[in-house]
Nanobody, 127 residues
Framework: VQLVQSGGGSVEAGGSLRLSCRVS????????LGWFRQTPTKEREDVAR??????????IFSATSFTMSKESVDDNTFNLYLQMSNLNYEDTGVYYC???????????????????WGQGTQVTVSS
């Protein structure tokens, strides 16, 4: 399983960025996918995740808009996207995409279930 991230960078407050994550060697069946971030002031946060049934659940509720989406390339390869709009200084941090193994229980995945991680992408928002 490989997760390779791209995108990110620097943007002024109020701006937008899109992060990408190429996931390969992975079947999504019975698994969850997610975006997390690490900021200077907080521990790792759940930004958004796709649950086992394909439902997208947002983890951060703020003035910043976070939209997660998925695009299939083939049965074992797909792209994850995180569109971020109206960014502010507090959104500065390193963003990670992540994936679980088969959780074997219902629809929900715990953060501790995420075993596969991208390399991280720096997002810097200037005020």
């Amino acid at each position: 399983v490989q997760l390779v991230q791209s995108g990110g960078g620097s943007v002024e407050a109020g701006g937008s960025l899109r992060l990408s994550c190429r996931v390969s060697g992975y079947s999504i069946r019975y698994k969850c996918l997610g975006w997390f971030r690490q900021t200077p002031t907080k521990e790792r946060e759940d930004v958004a995740r796709i649950l086992v049934d394909g439902t997208i659940r947002r983890g951060i509720f703020s003035a910043t808009s976070f939209t997660m989406s998925k695009e299939s390339v083939d049965d074992n390869t797909f792209n994850l996207y995180l569109q971020m709009s109206n960014l502010n200084y507090e959104d500065t941090g390193v963003y990670y995409c992540a994936a679980t193994d088969d959780v074997g229980r219902g629809n929900h995945c715990y953060t501790s279930d995420f075993h596969y991680w991208g390399q991280g992408t720096q997002v810097t928002v200037s005020s």
